[in-house]
């Protein structure tokens, strides 16, 4: 059975001392410190702060970590973008291996225009993990690259592309983003099954709300439920990170309801997975 996560941003506007705590209290034994948790991002990311948290959580470790990326873009064609894009996915590497934490995921990136990536894309893609592949091969951690949502100018969006590059690169694993691959077909989250399994350490956990975008809850999905069932199948036994977006919900939850949501989004969970 794998380990069942939240990510730490479905408790964005608390404290992470309390972001732990709620995460323990639903019954989830592990979770997904994003960096940007804005917590510890606004107030510089204190790596000790953080340290002390997990230690305080002994339940929860190993925790895996998200790179930042909300704003970044280490393919970018601005220069200093890509450049502090990719020192803060190097940063976050060595953090996560500081920590001990057990997996960390990247983003791949995209094209800053809205067309199809281009031969320049790509070189500055193959340089970006050529920065990470160094900086990995001095860590325990795991560096697991993510699959972005289907849009024109993104990288890694489609299962071909991401089992190239992990053929290319036997250092590097696979963050699955259900939800992501959903938005394009169930087929496509079929290929990324079928072509990434092997080096899959770790799944975003979402369905699809009626609008057609992810980070909806899962218990009632049954299309998600499918989804996990058949990784459940073929002996997935990594991370299952719950990636939930409490603004989706018709007003907003108390710490609370969002630790109640949790426990039942864990019990679909350990039915599918037991």
Excluded at 139 to 160: D, F, G, Q, S, W
């Amino acid at each position: 059975m794998g380990r069942f996560a939240v990510s730490t941003m479905f408790f964005h506007e608390y404290p992470c001392d309390d972001i732990f705590d709620y995460v323990a209290e639903s019954g989830l034994d592990s979770i997904e410190f994003w960096i940007e948790t804005p917590h510890f991002w606004l107030r510089g990311a204190p790596l000790d702060d953080l340290s002390r948290c997990v230690a305080d959580h002994p339940e929860l470790s190993p925790i895996t970590v998200h790179a930042p990326s909300l704003d970044l873009n280490p393919c970018s064609i601005n220069p200093k973008v890509a450049e502090i894009s990719v020192k803060y996915t190097v940063e976050a590497v060595w953090m996560a291996d500081r920590i001990g934490a057990g997996v960390v995921t990247i983003h791949p990136g995209r094209r800053t225009a809205k067309r199809d990536p281009s031969a320049y894309d790509y070189r500055r893609f193959e340089a970006y993990i050529a920065q990470i592949r160094d900086i990995a091969e001095e860590t325990r951690v795991k560096v697991a690259i993510e699959n972005l949502e289907p849009r024109v100018n993104a990288m890694l969006y489609k299962a071909e592309d991401a089992r190239e590059v992990l053929d290319r690169e036997p250092w590097l694993w696979f963050t699955l983003d259900m939800g992501h691959a959903m938005m394009a077909s169930r087929g496509e989250v079929d290929r990324f099954i079928d072509l990434c399994i092997d080096r899959m350490v770790n799944v975003h956990v979402s369905a699809l709300g009626a609008n057609g975008r992810p980070h909806h809850p899962i218990h009632d999905d049954p299309a998600a439920q499918r989804v996990l069932a058949d990784l459940a199948d073929r002996g997935y036994t990594g991370y299952l990170t719950l990636e939930l977006e409490d603004m989706v919900f018709s007003g907003a939850l108390s710490s609370e309801e969002k630790i109640v949501l949790l426990s039942r989004e864990l019990r679909a969970l350990q039915e599918i997975f037991s």
